[in-house]
């Protein structure tokens, strides 16, 4: 079966450093694209940045120029290095397998999430 596992999430202070991982099986993960969304408490889950099979990446603009996504096909595992965290960048962020097309995120499978808490 499809598995995507997160880890790296935790407390972190106002301006700090948290790297995600997201480990994948089942999947043939060079032929698919990546992203990772978060979601906070009453709100909606949102695309926080995305990365295609070869490489192209996209981010919202909330977080552009502080988290860098990446991934590494051998190790069959997508990351989320997020720098300059803020109170507002605090949720619970969900790893996805899925296609990227003109600019738009399908997800087909996601992983269990991960909590991250940013503290003032």
């Known amino acids: 079966q499809v598995q995507l596992v997160e880890s790296g999430g935790g407390l972190v202070q106002d301006g700090g450093s948290l790297s995600l991982s997201c480990a994948v099986s089942g999947l043939v993960f060079r032929l698919v694209d990546m992203a990772w969304y978060r979601q906070a408490p009453g709100k909606q889950r949102d695309l926080v940045a995305s990365i295609t099979l070869n490489g192209r990446t996209r981010y919202v603009d909330s977080v552009e120029g502080r988290f860098t996504i990446s991934r590494d096909n051998a190790k069959k595992t997508a990351y989320l290095q997020m720098n300059s965290l803020k109170p507002e960048d605090a949720a619970v962020y969900y790893c996805?397998?899925?296609?990227?097309?003109?600019?738009?995120?399908?997800?087909?499978?996601w992983g269990q999430g991960t909590q991250v808490t940013v503290s003032s």
């Open positions: 996805a397998a899925g296609r990227d097309a003109f600019g738009t995120f399908s997800p087909d499978s």
